[in-house]
């Protein structure tokens, strides 16, 4: 059986470092090797530090990296390194090697000569080219070589791209393959494209064509560099960083290496005249304009006499850098009425002012570009619009946004503007297909344009997808802000679908709903949602704004009741007679997070921002949060030991509460006590609501009984003397203010029990009761509306 129990990666660049990082994020040992530096001479030569010194300071950089590469901090420990001279033996016991070293086929042929002499039998072998034809690469090398060889392609920042390209070479055993792209997406939580060996693969060849048309669209058409981007946005469902502020990040002269790249080995591309980078980019990378990494591209950050950031923009006409203002145009303004992303994206561009004639012109050429490409790059049109979304953060892919925009209608634009259309796309609408996507028989089929038929897409089991399931049918009960999925095997899920999912009135009351229809109908539940949102959100608190209204116009009753239901419901989840999972990632914060700690088990991704972080705007966790973050990290003391100060567990808890502390990653939070040693870690996202479902079913078939309702143990007024202490001597230095002792001193009153005077055990519903007490009262105090109006205002907490 196959298996990577050690890798290794070959070069220790952006890329290199990346790939070592994900590696050892995932529990697999990898060792880094580059080069010895060149440039060293006499005893240098011969001192191993020295030999190292391109991968030790490879290895500073992954541990300093913002934002980390490492899931852990400690995740370092499994990289070991060494450089290509002294330790290239040590790649004879690697499982899987990796090359990510500079893009010459010259230097990666001649490494994969030497690695060939000495790898082991069936040991696979990666590059991780951009591009680079694989049969170039691996020319000249044993059968043996050539069918254990194939590209992987990972997006960078490889942590927090989704996209793998699997590329297999002529010669690539299948099973290679399979598993390969398997361990990507299981292990590493990547989701795979499989590609074919040509240019760019798939995710650059799509995403370079439309970058270049906007480089040139951009003068010809005569619009400004925040024009363009406020148009090649979030408008259509790109990211924020659009086209021009994405050149920054990328590098133009990377860029404009990637695009005579591809001119080169695409001598009959039919867009092959826009991959010459137009004058302005050329004067650009002269004047080494290049975007973050010379401090300046198509924008420029600054400060002002008060430190202030401010962000210019380049005038292309003067070269130099000036003030915006957000664009103003008309189908812009339209945009902004629609409801939806559909609605948004046809408001641009079938608008009539010269910023939709740009967009259009852009995203047109781009349609009928990825058209074009199948089967030439990738065998459907499922594999074009994954690697637009993984690697390019696209909400729509290509085919998906031309359903968005109505393939008839939009086809019928394209030929009266002399536009050709693939002779694919005008069998399909002579056929009466008038869509690429279409749900049949509860599931979602793709128009095949190789057999101009429907298929049905199958994901893997794991890779449940809610949306599918409720367009199914399989929704017995919902709301506007939740619905209750079932997922099978009388396993069901709670997901919310309020903005960032934030906890109301109306979905809390739902859990209680959900857990009634659970305890009559199935054998467990999960809470978990899905968004396309990068890292998205599991759940960002409560609707801050509702509660702010409500505040204000005194309806302290209405909230006093809303945290009851709250508090209720948490403990509902904790003592009903079957099992509850939480399924958080992105943020999970506040209300979030309170609803995670009073579930049986947390099955969290990777991405895991999680944190209590109600101080921020004046208030405390009033949902079960103090008491539930403590009994969290209580439940890894075994029974057998006993006499421990329970001041011990309280403070880091106290502390996570006070600092408004948010975990890194999933196992920070481990780390930190948001999840306890039952908890699981899932890598992919994807598999996240599957893979809590299999929890539910475990514990059930483990014969699940809900835990008894124990008294607590509690600090007493020691603690809270402890805690006073340190807030005067804060205050004092400067550290905090006073609200935030005010605030601090209330925290550890609620978490020690009150005023109990020493060390006692009380009810649970004592802690519960000075939660939602303090909670109220704070809400009376100026300063937490000020921290809320601030919070709600500029989405930064306030340290009044």
Not at 475 to 497: I, K, M, N, R, T
């Amino acid at each position: 059986m196959r298996k990577i129990r050690q890798a290794a990666v070959i070069g220790a660049g952006v890329m290199g470092r990346g790939i070592a990082a994900l590696m050892a994020s995932a529990g697999i040992d990898t060792l880094l090797l580059d080069i010895v530096p060149p440039d060293l001479d006499g005893a240098q030569a011969q001192e191993q530090k020295a030999r190292n010194r391109i991968v030790r300071e490879a290895l500073k950089a992954i541990t300093a990296a913002k934002p980390a590469l490492l899931m852990h901090p400690q995740d370092i420990d499994r990289i070991s390194i060494g450089n290509l001279e002294d330790d290239f033996d040590r790649l004879g016991a690697c499982d899987w090697i990796v090359e990510a070293v500079v893009e010459r086929p010259d230097i990666k042929v001649a490494l994969f000569k030497r690695i060939d002499a000495i790898k082991k039998p069936g040991a696979i072998v990666s590059s991780n080219t951009s591009g680079i034809p694989l049969a170039a690469l691996s020319e000249g090398l044993s059968a043996e070589f050539r069918r254990h060889f194939l590209g992987t392609h990972f997006f960078n920042p490889v942590r927090y791209m989704h996209l793998l390209e699997v590329i297999p070479g002529k010669s690539t055993l299948a099973g290679v393959v399979r598993f390969i792209s398997d361990f990507g997406e299981r292990v590493l939580g990547k989701g795979i494209v499989r590609a074919k060996d040509t240019p760019n693969f798939v995710g650059n060849r799509i995403g370079v064509q439309g970058i270049a048309r906007a480089l040139h669209h951009l003068v010809t058409d005569g619009l400004t560099v925040p024009e363009a981007d406020a148009l090649l946005g979030p408008v259509l469902g790109r990211p924020k960083t659009a086209s021009f502020r994405t050149i920054d990040m990328v590098g133009l002269d990377t860029l404009g290496y990637v695009m005579e790249n591809t001119l080169r080995l695409l001598p009959r591309d039919e867009e092959r005249t826009y991959y010459q980078l137009p004058d302005y980019a050329r004067r650009m990378i002269h004047e080494h304009l290049l975007g973050d990494k010379s401090g300046a591209g198509f924008y420029k950050k600054v400060k002002d006499g008060q430190g202030k950031k401010t962000i210019l923009a380049l005038n292309l006409d003067t070269f130099q850098y000036e003030p915006f203002e957000p664009p103003a145009f008309p189908c812009l303004a339209e945009a902004e009425k629609a409801a939806s992303l559909a609605g948004k994206i046809r408001a641009v561009v079938y608008g009539t002012d010269r910023g939709a004639r740009f967009a259009w012109k852009v995203l047109s050429a781009s349609l009928l570009y990825a058209a074009n490409r199948v089967p030439q790059v990738a065998e459907t049109i499922v594999e074009i619009d994954n690697a637009m979304r993984w690697g390019y953060n696209f909400t729509l892919g290509p085919f998906a946004t031309w359903d968005a925009i109505g393939l008839a209608e939009s086809a019928a634009k394209m030929e009266a503007e002399g536009m050709t259309l693939p002779e694919t796309i005008k069998h399909m609408l002579a056929a009466g297909h008038d869509a690429f996507y279409r749900m049949k028989d509860g599931a979602l089929h793709y128009f095949d344009l190789v057999s101009e038929t429907y298929r049905k897409i199958v994901p893997r089991k794991e890779a449940l997808q809610l949306t599918l399931l409720k367009e199914g049918g399989r929704a017995p009960l919902s709301c506007s802000s939740a619905s209750l999925v079932d997922l099978g095997q009388g396993v069901f899920c709670c997901e919310f679908h309020t903005k960032m999912n934030t906890l109301n009135e109306e979905n809390i009351d739902f859990i209680h709903r959900a857990l009634d229809y659970v305890d009559a109908e199935g054998h467990g539940l999960v809470i978990g949602n899905q968004d396309p949102g990068t890292p998205g959100a599991f759940c960002a608190g409560a609707d801050l704004m509702s509660l702010a209204m409500a505040a204000q116009a005194g309806q302290t009753d209405r909230i006093g009741r809303l945290i009851r239901r709250l508090q209720a419901a948490v403990q509902r989840m904790r003592y009903l007679s079957f099992p509850v999972v939480a399924a958080p990632y992105g943020m999970t914060l506040g209300g979030g997070c309170e609803v995670c700690l009073g579930a049986d088990r947390i099955v969290a991704h990777a991405e895991l921002y999680m944190g209590l972080v109600e101080v921020g705007v004046g208030l405390l966790p009033a949902g079960g949060g103090c008491l539930n973050l403590y009994k969290k990290l209580l439940s890894g003391l075994p029974a057998a030991v006993t006499g421990v100060d329970p001041s011990r567990f309280l403070l880091p808890a106290f502390m996570n509460i006070t600092t408004a502390t948010v975990s890194a990653s999933a196992k920070d939070a481990q780390a930190k006590g948001f999840l306890g040693p039952c908890d699981r870690i899932v890598f992919n996202r994807d598999h996240l609501i599957g893979e809590a479902k299999k929890e539910v079913l475990r514990m059930t078939a483990d014969g699940y009984r809900p835990p008894p309702q124990r008294k607590i143990k509690v600090a007493g007024e020691a603690f809270q003397g402890l805690v006073n202490v340190q807030a005067a001597d804060y205050l004092r230095a400067g550290f905090i203010s006073e609200y935030d002792a005010l605030l601090a001193k209330r925290i550890a009153h609620v978490m020690s029990g009150g005023d109990m005077r020493s060390e006692s055990e009380v009810d649970e519903q004592v802690i519960l009761n000075l939660e939602a007490e303090a909670f109220l009262d704070l809400l009376k105090e100026k300063k937490t509306h000020q921290r809320i109006e601030h919070m709600l205002r500029t989405r930064k907490p306030l340290r009044n």
